[in-house]
């Protein structure tokens, strides 16, 4: 049975609802904005590239990525998450640039070979299926698409070498992986794992 710590995390940062899901949308705009802003560099998209951003909570990372690209979509389950991002991301959504929507890893919304880059930070650790998730990002992607997963690196659902593996069998290749420390010394380190799909 869920713990009531657990319950309270799951509210603030899991899947963030009410007055917590607030509060944990605040504290992650600040303490995750380094990784957010760190993945989608490393992730490189171009002004055409079509990027599907999952799981971006507050929405730095989409606000970075929509300075970037002309066709940037995040999905995400929690409607105080998409409520906070839009708020962000109120320009690039104005200018066409942006698009957000009720999903998940498993459950993208997209189509079929439509996105040239998939970016996920510290949401991983909460797909309930991830090989599920792997495959759905797979089929979005086209054939040399990208794909960019941080997370904390104390938090991740396997070890970097298992979750690479998962990678590989859903159908990607190459498949590289390292940790990066953000600038802070709270700050935890961020385990990066980015794959060409085949
Ligand atoms: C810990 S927050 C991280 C938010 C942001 N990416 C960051 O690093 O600050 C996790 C986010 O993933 C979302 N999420 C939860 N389950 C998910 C799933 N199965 N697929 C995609 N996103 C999920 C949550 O709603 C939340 O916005």
Do not use: Y
């Not at 792997?134 to 040399?144: A, D, I, K, S």
Request: charged share 20%; glycine share 10%.
């Amino acid at each position: 049975m869920e713990s009531i710590t657990q319950r309270l995390l799951t509210k603030a940062f899991g899947r963030p609802s009410g007055l917590l899901g607030r509060l944990g949308g605040r504290l992650m705009a600040h303490g995750n904005a380094a990784t957010e802003l760190h993945a989608v560099a490393l992730a490189e998209p171009g002004e055409q590239d079509v990027v599907l951003v999952v799981g971006p909570g507050p929405g730095v990372g989409l606000e970075a990525a929509a300075r970037r690209c002309a066709h940037v979509i995040g999905v995400d389950p929690s409607g105080v998450m998409l409520a906070m991002a839009r708020r962000r991301c109120a320009s690039p959504i104005a200018r066409g640039r942006l698009h957000l929507a009720a999903g998940s890893a498993a459950r993208t919304g997209a189509a079929d070979a439509a996105v040239d880059v998939v970016i996920s930070v510290n949401n991983l650790q909460l797909w309930p299926d991830v090989p599920a998730g792997l495959t759905e990002l797979h089929r979005v992607l086209r054939p040399g698409g990208r794909l960019l997963l941080a997370a904390h690196e104390k938090w991740l659902p396997a070890d970097l070498t298992t979750l690479a593996n998962m990678v590989r069998v859903a159908g990607f290749d190459p498949v590289r992986t390292c940790t990066w420390d953000p600038p802070g010394r709270m700050a935890s380190t961020a385990a990066i794992l980015s794959a060409v799909r085949l």
